[in-house]
């Protein structure tokens, strides 16, 4: 006996597993950072919380003297800067994903950063804090401090 919905359902089976293979490869634990970020989510779901009290925001890094940044493990490194007016700030993807810099600050978007090695540079003419993040990855973020 056949059943009217069998193969629609069959074929809806075969498309959430599908989905959820791909989903699973795409954000996969391939990088420390992903499974440090899940382990810490998971200590920050079982601590105890107090309604009325919100955890302290995480202290932003101190900025280094640099005109280097690294982009490695799904984060900018360092992720906040310090250079002088008029110093060309090198970013590098160390990673096998691709990345890029976007900033609306100080107008600034480079080109998609496809693999290891691949490089872009912007000149940063006038001083204040700007902050940038990965145009493909916006969960990645970092500042650079223009000092006159």
Known sequence: MSFPFARPAGLAVVIGT????GLTAC????????????????????????????APAPAAPPAV?????????????????KVK?????????ADEEPHSVVSSEEPM????????????????????TYHYNCGIHPFMHGTVEVMA
């Open 85 to 93: 007016t008029g110093t060309t700030v090198t970013w590098t993807n």
């Open 27 to 54: 954000g996969g634990a391939t990088h420390a950072a992903t499974k440090a970020a899940s382990a810490t989510a998971a200590t920050a779901t079982a601590a105890p919380t107090h309604a009325h009290a919100e």
């Open 65 to 81: 003297a640099t005109s280097a940044v690294t982009i490695d493990n799904f984060s900018f490194m360092p992720a906040a800067i």
């Open 109 to 128: 978007r480079s080109h998609t950063l496809a693999g290891p090695n691949n490089t872009f540079t912007h000149t940063f003419s006038k001083p204040g």
């Open 18 to 21: 599908l989905a959820a293979v």
